[in-house]
T-cell receptor, first 109, second 115 residues
Framework: GQNIDQPTEMTATEGAIVQINCTYQ??????LFWYQQHAGEAPTFLSY????GLEEKGRFSSFLSRSKGYSYLLLKELQMKDSASYLC??????????FGAGTTVTVRA | ETGVTQTPRHLVMGMTNKKSLKCEQH?????MYWYKQSAKKPLELMFV???????ENNSVPSRFSPECPNSSHLFLHLHTLQPEDSALYLC??????????????FGNGTRLTVT
């Protein structure tokens, strides 16, 4: 089966930067996704990486290294509303999307 | 109307009941999915439909029965469930399967409690 690992919890202060790491071992690779999920709500799409390197979208950036099976999501200038669970997901050679268990980020004032 | 709508938001049912979860997407997508989300566990893929045809059944017990009458609607029929089936059931859609860059769009889910 697929194996996707990310830390369970992270805490940071408002205005700071937090980096959420994700490592994966999958049968083939057709892209990596990051989703944000607030409690009681739907996961929402944040970013997609298929080539090595950094993708920047405002305060959020996502990095991919396919050779290392590694990605991170960087959240800058943290705001209270960024408190949520962040899900790493990888699409394999059959285009199936497998998810990690999610990282709960708590932003403190 | 939001992209993916699920009803009901909450459902409590006994082990002998029969109920159905409904999902509707207004995004013009051709693929629809059911996922199960339990606390502290990864989302588990249950079923996939592409252009109304079921393309994936991820070893799901037969007490869960999906139905996809058209590309916009997806149902999950439930009967004789077990307490361990209590979870958040998420519906999602995407342009189609087999498209690497196509993200999934999720509904808000149905919180199911089996008593």
């Amino acid at each position: 089966g697929q194996n996707i690992d990310q830390p369970t919890e992270m805490t940071a202060t408002e205005g700071a930067i937090v980096q959420i790491n994700c490592t994966y071992q999958t049968s083939g690779f057709n892209g990596l996704f990051w989703y944000q999920q607030h409690a009681g709500e739907a996961p929402t799409f944040l970013s997609y990486n298929v080539l090595d390197g950094l993708e920047e979208k405002g305060r959020f950036s996502s990095f991919l290294s396919r050779s290392k099976g590694y990605s991170y999501l960087l959240l800058k200038e943290l705001q209270m509303k960024d408190s949520a669970s962040y899900l790493c997901a990888v699409r394999d050679s059959d285009y199936k999307l497998s998810f990690g268990a999610g990282t709960t980020v708590t932003v403190r004032a | 109307e939001t992209g993916v709508t699920q009803t009901p938001r909450h459902l409590v049912m006994g082990m002998t009941n029969k109920k159905s979860l409904k999902c509707e997407q207004h995004l013009g997508h051709n693929a629809m999915y059911w996922y199960k989300q339990s606390a502290k566990k990864p989302l588990e893929l249950m079923f996939v439909y592409n252009f109304k045809e079921q393309t994936e059944n991820n070893s799901v017990p037969s007490r869960f029965s999906p139905e996809c009458p058209n590309s916009s609607h997806l149902f999950l029929h439930l009967h004789t469930l077990q307490p361990e089936d209590s979870a958040l059931y998420l519906c999602a859609s995407s342009q189609e399967t087999g498209k690497g860059s196509s993200p999934l769009h999720f509904g808000n889910g149905t919180r199911l409690t089996v008593t």
